[in-house]
């Protein structure tokens, strides 16, 4: 089955650039790598995904080695409203289901 | 811009009875998920839903659980007889796209149960 390894908690300051590391080994070969972002009481919320090398959007950009066992999350410049839960979410190798990272815990501090 | 919606937004009941909770997907969406997050854990899988059955379930949605797309907008999950562990945030998720972790999941505002 497909295990994914999130550090537990982070933090940061204002302006700073954050790196987020998710491991996860056994996932679908075919399938992409998604990070949410959770803030308290309310339903995750898509940030970025992708498949291989880098992806960058508005909000994030997402770097996967070519092997696939970790991605990294960059966030440039982060603000106070940072502040959230961010999770890896894979889908499983063999059984093809969701798996989600235990999440990490940002804290952007002023 | 389009949101899923579940309602209630907190239920309260008592151990062995029965639940419903609901979720309006986005209208054009075609995949509908339910996930479950036990307060300060992280986000389960529970199940996910596609043309009208279930495509996929994870070891948590056993006989207890059930789904249903009673109509063309409304997205139902149900726990039979509640146990005080089934206390947690479900959240509803769909997707206009599925098969995987892939595609962009949009998720409700979750509906806090309480078991007593």
């Known amino acids: 089955l497909a295990k994914t390894t999130q550090p537990i908690s982070m933090d940061s300051y204002e302006g700073q650039e954050v790196n987020i590391t998710c491991s996860h080994n056994?996932?679908?070969?075919?399938?992409?790598i998604t990070w949410y972002q959770q803030f308290p009481s309310q339903g995750p919320r898509f940030i970025i995904q992708?498949?291989?090398?880098?992806v960058t959007n508005e909000v994030a950009s997402l770097f996967i080695p070519a092997d696939r066992k970790s991605s990294t999350l960059s966030l440039p410049r982060v603000s106070l409203s940072d502040t959230a839960v961010y999770y890896c979410?894979?889908?499983?190798?063999?059984?093809?289901?969701?798996?989600w990272g235990a999440g990490t815990k940002l804290i952007i501090k002023p | 811009e389009p949101e899923v919606t579940q309602t209630p937004s907190h239920q309260v009941t008592q151990m062995g009875q029965e639940v419903i909770l609901r979720c309006v997907p986005i209208?054009?969406?075609?995949?509908f998920y339910w996930y479950r997050q036990i307060l300060g854990q992280k986000v389960e899988f529970l199940v996910s839903?596609?043309?009208?059955?279930?495509?996929?379930k994870s070891e948590i949605f056993d006989d207890q659980f059930s789904v249903e797309r009673p109509d063309g907008s409304n997205f139902t999950l149900k726990i039979r007889s509640t146990k005080l562990e089934d206390s947690a945030m479900y959240f509803c998720?769909?997707?206009?796209?599925?098969?995987?972790?892939?595609?962009?999941?949009?998720f409700g505002p979750g509906t806090r149960l309480t078991v007593t």
């Open positions: 839903f596609y043309n009208n059955e279930i495509s996929e």
């Open positions: 209208s054009n969406h075609l995949y």
């Open positions: 992708g498949y291989k090398t880098k």
């Open positions: 979410l894979v889908g499983d190798g063999s059984n093809y289901q969701l798996i």
């Open positions: 998720a769909s997707s206009n796209i599925g098969g995987g972790s892939s595609y962009e999941q949009y």
């Open positions: 056994n996932i679908a070969t075919n399938d992409y």
